[in-house]
T-cell receptor
Framework: TQLLEQSPQFLSIQEGENLTVYCNSS?????LQWYRQEPGEGPVLLVT?????EVKKLKRLTFQFGDARKDSSLHITAAQPGDTGLYLC????????????FGKGTLLTVNP | SQTIHQWPATLVQPVGSPLSLECTVE??????LYWYRQAAGRGLQLLFY??????ISSEVPQNLSASRPQDRQFILSSKKLLLSDSGFYLC????????????FGAGSRLTVL
């Protein structure tokens, strides 16, 4: 079973701080995705990483895919209250083209 | 542009009653469609997926069923709800290109009492 473990489960920080959240697996993934979900809404895709060692930047968010394609991290610089939400990582399940397996997420709260 | 609609947004049902959640996609054809359940605001569990009309794959044995009567319509049903069916149900679609990029609906919050 391909599992994605996310840490920390909960993170509460002050506006302006930096943070990193992690997504780890014992399995190799062909790609990993990061989604952000706000309360009462569906997740929204932030980024897909496909190459080992790849780094992608989305404004203040930096995503990295591990060299061995077993882990990924999301770093947020100068967090803002609008960054508050549940951050989920996901990867193709069993190499399937149709199914994603999701981690349990990191619930981030940025306090003003 | 493509849009995805789910309804109802909120539902409170007694144990033993039937369920029907509906999802429709606009602006695309032959999408892959998915039903996920999210418990307590955390990770998503894949329930069903469909790659075409009438084609349903079930991921987890359970009290629920799914149907795809039209290309862009996906329905989640139950004949008799259980307390454990409570949760946040999310419909999603993707183009079927193999990119696995999901676009989610706004979700349906089901409470079974």
């Amino acid at each position: 079973t391909q599992l994605l473990e996310q840490s920390p489960q909960f993170l509460s920080i002050q506006e302006g701080e930096n943070l990193t959240v992690y997504c780890n697996s014992s399995s190799v993934f062909s790609s990993l995705q990061w989604y952000r979900q706000e309360p009462g809404e569906g997740p929204v895709l932030l980024v897909t990483v496909v190459t080992g060692g790849e780094v992608k930047k989305l404004k203040r968010l930096t995503f990295q895919f591990g060299d061995a394609r077993k882990d990924s991290s999301l770093h947020i610089t100068a967090a803002q209250p609008g960054d508050t939400g549940l951050y989920l990582c996901a990867g193709p399940k069993g190499g399937s083209n149709y199914k994603l397996t999701f981690g349990k997420g990191t619930l981030l709260t940025v306090n003003p | 542009s493509q849009t995805i609609h789910q309804w109802p947004a909120t539902l409170v049902q007694p144990v033993g009653s039937p369920l029907s959640l509906e999802c429709t996609v606009e602006g695309t054809s032959n999408p892959n469609l998915y039903w996920y359940r999210q418990a307590a605001g955390r990770g998503l569990q894949l329930l069903f997926y469909s790659v075409g009309i009438g084609q349903i794959s079930s991921e987890v044995p359970q009290n629920l069923s799914a149907s795809r009567p039209q290309d862009r319509q996906f329905i989640l049903s139950s004949k008799k709800l259980l307390l454990s069916d409570s949760g946040f149900y999310l419909c999603a679609w993707e183009t079927g290109s193999g990119a696995n990029v999901l676009t989610f609906g706004a979700g349906s919050r089901l409470t079974v009492l």
